[in-house]
């Protein structure tokens, strides 16, 4: 008992205690053509990312929350690895075409992570005279299963306590002036972006069961003029977050369906990428996330996941 103490007190809940730092992930991308026609911009996570979080930091049947859904990768793969998915996204078009490839629809609600729990009681689709459906026009009800209009009526859902966070906040870069967390249409900054995401995930914390973890994928981006240290500073700003301790890195790379680490990327025109250039060639305008790369994205073959542990 002492021993498991200890244990628990120095590499947080056991069932995480023999978790590796570097890990190999297949790099498969989300076909592109399952965007909508609408979407202009393919922020998806790498399925297997969510997939691994969920099942390295959650249980069957846990309940597990993406404060920044997206277009609905963790709680797909939540569905998959049958826990209890939820998410909070403030693009009422990302909610309702997320809502149309889940189980429990009405537990993706509309909303600002800053918001916490009251995002889910306030859900914002709920508000509607039609909620908005995921070509853009509105609709007077969801297709899925237990969540007609009735339910809706009054608000969103009672949220659960959660035993994982499994997400991918927005991206922001160090020379920026948009807010991310407003969908880049309102005047930003990178402190104050850092700042937003201390309030957005000490909401969250709020939302977590004493032994929960934060699983939090990002990357450190190389676009523009050098690096943003972006996974280093997110790593200090959800530290920050009351209820949050940052406990460690793991960095996550990509294989390819051969299980090839993806490094050289032959191009159409015969010429060659090198995928270790391109991460440190800061002159190379060509270094962004194309996907003609095949890789990670954000100038690099890599991604961390950032683990951090409830601390009540
Ligand atoms: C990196 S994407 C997440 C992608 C997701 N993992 C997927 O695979 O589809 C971040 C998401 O956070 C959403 N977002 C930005 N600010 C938000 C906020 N304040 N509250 C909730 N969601 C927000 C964005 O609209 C975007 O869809």
Do not use: Q
């Not at 069932?15 to 590796?20: C, G, I, L, P, Y």
């Not at 390295?56 to 690895?81: C, E, H, K, N």
């Not at 609600?109 to 908005?132: K, L, N, P």
């Not at 991310?180 to 972006?193: H, L």
């Amino acid at each position: 008992m002492a021993a498991a103490t200890a244990a628990g007190f120095l590499f947080g809940p056991l069932r995480s205690t023999s978790v590796r730092t570097f890990r190999t992930l297949p790099a498969d991308r989300p076909d592109p053509d399952t965007l909508p026609d609408w979407c202009d911009v393919d922020v998806r996570s790498i399925p297997a990312v969510p997939e691994w979080c969920i099942e390295t930091f959650s249980d069957p049947g846990d309940a597990v929350i993406d404060p920044f859904a997206g277009f609905g990768t963790t709680i797909a793969a939540v569905d998959r690895l049958d826990r209890d998915g939820y998410g909070i996204e403030r693009d009422p078009r990302r909610v309702a075409y997320v809502r149309d490839r889940v189980e429990h629809p009405r537990r993706v609600v509309v909303g600002d992570a800053r918001d916490g729990r009251s995002a889910f009681i306030t859900d914002a689709s709920a508000d509607r005279e039609g909620f908005i459906s995921s070509d853009g026009s509105k609709r007077k009800s969801l297709i899925n299963g237990d969540d007609d209009e009735e339910d809706h009526e009054g608000g969103g859902v009672d949220p659960p306590s959660f035993d994982l966070c499994c997400t991918a906040p927005p991206f922001m870069l160090d020379w920026m002036d948009t807010d991310p967390f407003e969908g880049y249409d309102a005047d930003g900054s990178y402190e104050a972006y850092l700042d937003d995401a201390t309030v957005a995930f000490e909401a969250i914390a709020d939302l977590l069961a004493p032994d929960a973890v934060a699983a939090v994928e990002v990357s450190n981006v190389r676009f523009g003029p050098g690096v943003s240290t972006l996974a280093w500073d997110l790593a200090d700003a959800v530290d920050d977050a009351d209820g949050l301790r940052f406990r460690t890195e793991i960095v996550l790379g990509f294989e390819d369906g051969d299980g090839r680490v993806e490094d050289d990327v032959d191009r159409d025109d015969g010429s060659r990428v090198d995928a270790g250039n391109r991460a440190v060639d800061a002159a190379d305008d060509d270094r962004t996330w194309s996907p003609e790369t095949g890789r990670y994205g954000y100038g690099y073959d890599h991604c961390y996941c950032l683990v951090f542990d409830r601390d009540a």
